[in-house]
């Protein structure tokens, strides 16, 4: 369905975030969003085709802006193989303040109301997709002759579930922006020196994250 722009789609979109953020998506009710907006059954349903739809229509953008920065963060890691300062230059760290933080209450609504959606299963298929993603690039890192190191599927499923569990917690849990910065510096400063071993980068310098 074409995004609406008006002033009462906008409206809609803002009464079912309330409704999904305090409901989920399977107690959420469309008689109580058409009441949060002023809307009629039949004029709530101008807007969207089902609950189905009008969750998407909240979340999605947020889904496709985050598979965006995860293309982009790719294909530039790619660019940087024979440059190994510049490949832990950005992380996924960064994607969560540029990104996730901006837009935290369709994240949230994202991680912690998708049951019964095609989303539900949101955190599982994102390591799975880091998964691949990471297998594909430790085999050309190994290619260009970087000491990496082989560990099982089953080890990199874990160490990625931990991973990107730690990333979003903080937008589950509703910390503030520097709360969760703070806590996440943390994870990176964790995880890094592990990422780097697999990678046979570990002699390469951190990024500097530090303020300018």
Known sequence: MPRDKTDTHKKVLAAAKEEFAEYGFEKASMRRIGERCGLTAAGL?????DKSDLFDQIVGPAVEELERWIDEHVEQSR???DNPDALFRNTEIDMVEELVFPHMDDYRILLTGAQGTRYENFMHDLVETQAEISDSFIDAMELRGYPVKRVSG???HL???AYVTALFEPVIHGFTHD??????RTVEAFFMPGWKILMGCENQPAADK???
């Open 45 to 49: 349903y101008r807007h969207c085709r």
């Open 79 to 81: 660019k940087n193989l």
């Open 154 to 156: 089953n080890e990199m």
């Open 159 to 161: 160490l990625l579930s």
């Open 179 to 184: 709360e969760a910065m703070r806590c996440l």
């Open 210 to 212: 530090s303020p300018k």
